[in-house]
């Protein structure tokens, strides 16, 4: 769109956040790999599920080699994303769309994107 100086996502629950042109149009800076955060020991508890096969050059601890962009997904595993609804206080589903940005540290700029999807007040759990 002409003039555009930047969007803003917005999610069912109220939650809203902007983006510059800047942000959505560059890569953002690499990330390091965590073979395994140490501190997560409830299995239920884990985000990730890494492939059985790692790609070259991504090392435990180091940075990746890839250059991670912003996605906006609209699937998963071959199918539509459910509807996200906010009901009753509790948001459900993670639809249509869904932004999917790179992290950056834990204590990152929170007014950038790429940082993670939880407070800097949350409980440390040996993620980076």
């Given at each position: 769109?002409?003039?555009?100086?930047?969007?803003?996502?917005?999610?069912?629950?109220?939650?809203?956040?902007?983006?510059?042109?800047?942000?959505v149009?560059?890569?953002?800076?690499?990330?390091?790999?965590?073979?395994?955060?140490g501190?997560i020991?409830?299995?239920e508890?884990?985000?990730?599920?890494?492939?059985?096969l790692?790609?070259?050059?991504v090392?435990?601890?180091?940075?990746?080699?890839?250059t991670?962009?912003p996605?906006l997904?609209?699937?998963?595993?071959?199918?539509?994303?459910?509807?996200?609804?906010?009901?009753?206080?509790?948001?459900?589903?993670e639809?249509?769309?869904r932004?999917?940005?790179?992290?950056?540290?834990?204590?990152?700029?929170?007014?950038?994107?790429g940082?993670?999807?939880?407070?800097?007040?949350?409980?440390a759990?040996?993620?980076?």
């Open positions: 769109m002409k003039g555009a100086t930047g969007i803003t996502v917005f999610a069912p629950d109220g939650y809203n956040t902007d983006y510059t042109l800047d942000d149009n560059s890569p953002f800076p690499k990330p390091y790999f965590y073979a395994a955060p501190a020991q409830d299995q508890r884990l985000l990730v599920k890494y492939p059985a790692i790609p070259p050059g090392i435990d601890g180091k940075e990746i080699p890839m991670p962009w996605l997904a609209f699937n998963r595993d071959g199918k539509p994303l459910d509807t996200a609804q906010y009901e009753k206080g509790r948001l459900t589903g639809g249509p769309y932004l999917v940005k790179p992290q950056r540290d834990v204590a990152g700029d929170a007014s950038k994107p940082r993670p999807d939880r407070s800097v007040k949350s409980k759990y040996g993620d980076g």
